[in-house]
């Protein structure tokens, strides 16, 4: 071992570049940010509460709030969120009991889990509206 | 035979065993999966609930909100989630933050939010339900 040479630029371990996008990849990432949203969403259930709690100028500023378009963005974000996590939540407790870990069935859960989520959110808001008498 | 001696013959292997990298086992592992099984059908209550108060003015919302059943669901839709949300914030803080100060600050942080926005959720509940 007389000649050492400068060691040559190997790669380091593959990190998430190398990866090609995958469904799957990408509802674990939403998983996580629907459950960081939803964290930081809890403030707005104990708004709305503790606004229902104080009385009718407290509750109308709620209502005023939920009513704007911001507040509807957020609300709407917050539901598809919820939903989300919760389907997202059931696909991982299968997952616990081994069941549903193969490659077709890994897929197939992903997307239903987004194609459920973003349903029954939209499902949800038609029903919300109509019950409401349409958007004020 | 004391304690401290029952301590020292234990092998490195016995002292670890299920403990694992976080030192308290699978407590967390355990304890989010508990409430994630509760949050479903409590979830799915809540959502029902919030569909029925929307566009109810405040005496309608306060009536629903503060009745027995509706007051109870919230009230273990509060616990769940927040235990849950403590367990899952947590661990999104060992996974991005790796000084150990800041860590710290904010594992600490994340306990004093989900306890802080849980009981005020939950204050909200009781002075609905018993009109104080």
Redesign the interface.
């Known amino acids: 071992m007389a000649e050492t040479k400068a060691p040559a630029a190997r790669p380091l371990s593959p990190h998430l570049q190398i990866y090609r996008l995958t469904l799957t990849m990408m509802m674990s990432i939403a998983h ?1 940010i629907t ?2 949203g ?2 930081f969403g ?2 707005l ?2 708004w ?6 104080s ?2 100028t ?3 500023k709620f209502e005023w709030f939920a009513g704007s378009i911001i507040g509807r963005l957020i609300l709407f974000g917050y ?1 598809w969120a ?2 989300h996590h ?1 389907l997202g ?2 696909r ?2 299968i997952w ?1 009991t081994g069941r549903g870990l193969g490659p077709g069935e890994r897929e197939w859960l992903a997307a239903a889990n987004l194609v459920g989520s973003i349903a029954m959110t939209i499902l ?1 808001w038609v ?2 509206l109509l ?3 349409g958007p ?1 | 035979m004391s304690e401290t001696s029952l301590k020292h013959i234990q092998t490195p292997l016995g002292r670890v065993r299920g403990h694992g990298a976080a030192h308290s086992g699978t407590g967390h592992f355990w304890r989010q999966r508990l409430t994630a099984v509760a949050n479903i059908p409590l979830t799915i209550a809540v959502v029902i609930i919030m569909v029925m108060l929307l566009g109810r003015n405040q005496a309608a919302a306060a009536q629903i909100l503060g009745s027995p059943l509706v007051a109870i669901i919230m009230l273990l839709f509060i616990t769940s989630i927040c235990a849950h949300m403590r367990i899952g914030m947590q661990v999104i803080i060992e996974d991005y933050v790796h000084d150990e100060i800041a860590k710290f600050i904010l594992i600490m942080g994340n306990t004093f939010f989900t306890i802080a926005v849980g009981l005020a959720a939950a204050y909200g509940i009781f002075k609905l339900s018993f009109g104080v």
Do not use: E, N, Q
């Open positions: 996580r459950g960081a939803l964290y809890t403030l259930l104990a709305w509460f503790l606004a229902a709690a009385g009718p407290g509750y109308a539901t919820l939903i919760m939540g059931v991982h407790l616990d949800l029903v919300g019950t409401m008498g004020r």
